[in-house]
């Protein structure tokens, strides 16, 4: 991790309320829920989209994966999941080879992925996530309805259940595919880009439902943009621009200089007035464009 005397830290934004108080740094990691070692992949002809990856999430915890676009953060999603071949490196989740635990972990992709145009209700969707356990030509389970069920009731989408999907707003697109996620029974949820687009609002609802998954125990690794809401709401941080620059506690790791060299030119940054009482006039980063 790098070091630096007094480091400037990330501001949060005096509009968005926490929806969650992080773990405090001293808290202590007895389980791993994945666990990334030299991590490098990338696709036929081109040069690696990651190299040298190292990242641990914690059982029981929210991580908020940052970086710029083109950092590598969808590239590293799929490489965990074995949709992009890794070059070399090794992937363990619980403990296991991911090959073993592919049951165990979820995957929202960025919502551009997704066609919302299929003719598909919100409880069809909702019931994807539940195709791994399903066999060939067998219908849906009870079972498999009531976990979709209980699903849509934690996100608080059950009322609308029975509506095509592409009939949805943003926010509403995002909370069914975590339903999704939470109805396969994952105990690791991968969230590639769930913030973006959405006000602070609905981030901040979203972010609740993601705490209390994590309260529950679930590991919940998100790859965003909003360096304001993985300060406020994150236990750890990892930043991200094709190796991982830093990573732990976001008050550890989300300063000027790790900041500064992981969205290189892409990072926004403003004088803050100086504090009352004198002293020099700090800098705060925001959310990068």
């Not at 968005?16 to 740094?25: C, D, I, K, Q, S």
């Not at 602070?200 to 690794?221: C, P, R, T």
């Amino acid at each position: 991790m790098m070091q630096r005397d007094e480091p400037t830290r990330v501001a949060a934004s005096p509009e968005h309320v926490p929806a969650r108080e992080p773990l405090p740094p001293e808290h202590a990691h007895r389980q791993y829920a994945l666990e990334v070692s030299d991590l490098w992949a990338g696709y036929d002809g081109m040069v690696p989209a990651i190299e040298g990856v190292n990242l641990r999430v914690p059982v029981g915890e929210l991580v908020g994966l940052i970086g710029p676009n083109g950092a590598g953060k969808s590239t590293l999603f799929k490489a965990i999941l074995g949709l992009v071949k890794p070059w070399r490196g090794e992937v363990r989740a619980f403990g296991r080879p991911i090959r073993d635990a592919r049951d165990d972990i979820a995957y929202m992709p960025q919502i551009e992925e997704v066609d919302w145009e299929f003719p598909v209700t919100v409880s069809d969707v909702v019931l994807m996530g539940r195709y791994h356990g399903l066999r060939p030509f067998a219908r849906w389970s009870r079972g498999d309805r009531a976990a979709a069920r209980e699903a849509l009731e934690r996100v608080q989408m059950a009322d609308v259940a029975d509506r095509q999907v592409g009939k949805l707003s943003g926010g509403q697109r995002r909370r069914v595919l975590v339903a999704r996620a939470i109805a396969r029974g994952a105990r690791l949820l991968l969230l590639d880009e769930p913030f973006a687009g959405l006000d602070a609002a609905v981030q901040h609802d979203l972010v609740a439902i993601l705490d209390g998954l994590a309260s529950e125990g679930l590991s919940v690794l998100v790859a965003t943009h909003d360096l304001s809401c993985v300060a406020n709401s994150c236990d750890e941080a990892a930043c991200l621009n094709r190796t991982v620059i830093a990573s732990g506690h976001p008050n550890e790791v989300l300063t000027e200089a790790v900041l500064a060299k992981t969205f290189e030119r892409h990072l926004l940054m403003f004088p803050l007035a100086p504090a009352s009482g004198g002293g020099d006039a700090r800098r705060s980063v925001g959310t990068p464009p």
